[in-house]
């Protein structure tokens, strides 16, 4: 693992890099929640080791905290993502986190070997927004985006947008489906649209004309955009809370929920990557 700095929006931004070896690769860059780091994202997630496993670069950038010249800290010095929705520290100081990830994408492929072709979004929560705005805003250079437990604050230009895997918890006190009050791990009180307005917010941009066929498999409830040009898919993992599929649970349970064991988000939406970078439109997720 090694750090990647970039300048983008005058300002110095970081990254960890997981490079695998090899010729042009597939990148899959991974947005930290609220209050996170990037190391924090490489053990909740594991996408280091899938890369490991199927030659790709992991990517984990750094949001920007509160106070920028001390540590990031989760309660008094959080890292965020302006991700359109106006909230916190980045809204008030306009980060530009559209230019950091495009910054990125060209770093990537210039000096990484990334596949420009190749360029996959995910993220977590106010990363899981991030990866929204991000692939809308720059949907020429992301080839998919795979948001968890995050909502899509900002609202896409209609037209082609990046093929779309969005996972949540129908259990998520911090992401609630059906939207409402929220009260967040630092005290405060915000109000969430419900969670599937993201997926009708895709779609709708996207140009699909009609409503989501369902499916059910164990405990994740599928929906898939009809008549799309690309494929835009939603699962809706009953009984599970905020917290990233498969991995482990960071705050108290009183604040983000349970998980629910046998959902695996990093390997659901690697498959998921890899059918929409292979040329092919899987079937399932």
Not at 78 to 92: C, E, I, Y
Not at 165 to 185: F, K, R, S
Not at 229 to 243: E, F, K, N, V
Request: some cysteine; proline content about 8%; glycine content about 14%.
């Amino acid at each position: 693992m090694e750090t990647l700095k970039v300048e983008a929006g005058g300002r110095e931004r970081l990254a960890l890099v997981a490079r695998t070896s090899g010729g042009r690769r597939p990148a899959v860059v991974m947005l930290h929640g609220a209050g996170g780091t990037a190391g924090i994202a490489v053990n909740q997630t594991g996408w280091d080791r899938k890369a490991a496993e199927h030659s790709f670069i992991a990517v984990f950038p750094e949001g920007t905290a509160r106070d920028p010249a001390q540590p990031p800290e989760f309660r008094r010095n959080p890292q965020t993502w302006n991700d359109g929705s106006g909230r916190g520290h980045v809204a008030r100081a306009a980060v530009d986190d559209i230019a950091f990830i495009a910054a990125l994408i060209g770093t990537l492929t210039s000096r990484y070997g990334a596949d420009p072709a190749a360029i996959l979004l995910t993220g977590f929560s106010n990363g899981a927004s991030l990866a929204f705005r991000a692939a809308a805003e720059l949907r020429d250079h992301v080839a998919a985006v795979a948001p968890v437990a995050g909502h899509c604050w900002h609202v896409p230009e209609p037209g082609r947008l990046p093929p779309l895997l969005y996972l949540m918890g129908d259990a998520d006190p911090l992401n609630p489906i059906e939207g409402g009050a929220v009260q967040t791990p630092w005290g405060g009180e915000e109000t969430h649209p419900p969670a599937r307005q993201s997926f009708e917010r895709w779609s709708l941009a996207a140009g699909c004309h009609s409503g989501p066929a369902m499916r059910q498999e164990g405990p994740i409830e599928w929906a898939e955009a009809a008549d799309c040009t690309t494929p835009i898919r939603m699962g809706i993992i009953a009984g599970h809370g905020h917290i990233w599929p498969g991995g482990p649970r960071l705050l108290p349970q009183r604040i983000v929920g349970r998980g629910v064991s046998g959902c695996d988000a990093t390997a659901m939406i690697w498959k998921f990557f890899e059918g929409m970078i292979g040329g092919g439109s899987s079937t399932s997720a």
